[in-house]
């Protein structure tokens, strides 16, 4: 026989699974999420003090699907101004994601993040196609999320991601060393007592 308690106990991991597993369902394995997750009825709006704005840029990349011809990414997200003038990590909605769209039959990337920064770098797998650097500002201040994407029978593939350490210079160095016929992605991390920042290689694995 199942004790009461026992029974409260499941319900409440099972519940508690159920949350956990709703939560991931906006990221997919690439760490990317659909269109879905930008609309206001599956990702509630949330009430802000400022001024929400809407960033929208252009960067500009090399080829990235291999017809040639360099390509760009057009970055479009929603970000709260503070009343006193500065940005705050909100977004107006519970996630906040970010659009970046590069034309010419590429497919889309939407992304959770406050900021984004894309920049395209070496053809690591030797397809003919460079890969792309993505940074990321996400929760922890100053800190953010490095990303590197190949594209693979034109989907967006995550070949590895490292934290870094954002500046406010949006325009970030190439991460990626090569090193005895190896590519690495370029982490920062504190020493044991936070006062210093420093630089590990992490291999980049492409199968
Ligand atoms: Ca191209
Ligand atoms: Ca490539």
């Not at 704005?53 to 990349?61: F, H, P, S, V, Y």
């Not at 990337?109 to 003919?128: A, C, P, Q, R, W």
């Not at 406010?168 to 990626?176: H, L, P």
Request: net charge negative.
């Amino acid at each position: 026989m199942e004790s009461n308690a026992l029974k409260i106990s499941k319900i409440i991991f099972i519940v508690f699974c159920f949350l956990c597993g709703s939560k991931n369902l906006a990221q997919d394995v690439n760490g990317l999420a659909s269109m879905a997750d930008l609309d206001s009825t599956e990702n509630l709006l949330r009430p802000y003090e400022g001024k929400l704005e809407r960033i929208l840029k252009t960067q500009l990349l090399g080829d990235i699907n291999g017809d040639q011809i360099k390509d760009s990414a057009l970055i479009q997200y929603k970000r709260v101004v503070a009343p006193d003038s500065t940005y705050v990590k909100e977004c107006g909605q519970n996630v906040c994601y970010i659009r970046i769209q590069f034309g010419s039959n590429i497919p889309e990337m939407i992304i959770e993040g406050y900021s984004l920064s894309v920049k395209s770098t070496f053809d690591i797998n030797h397809d003919g196609k460079d890969e792309i650097l993505i940074f990321r500002e996400l929760q922890q201040y100053n800190w953010g999320d490095l990303s590197l994407y190949s594209l693979y029978k034109n989907e967006w593939k995550l070949l590895g991601s490292v934290n870094v350490f954002l500046g406010d210079d949006e325009d970030y160095e190439n991460r990626i060393v090569k090193s005895g016929g190896k590519f690495y992605i370029v982490e920062d991390a504190w020493n044991k007592d936070f006062s210093v920042i420093s630089r590990k290689k992490v291999l980049i694995k492409t199968k």
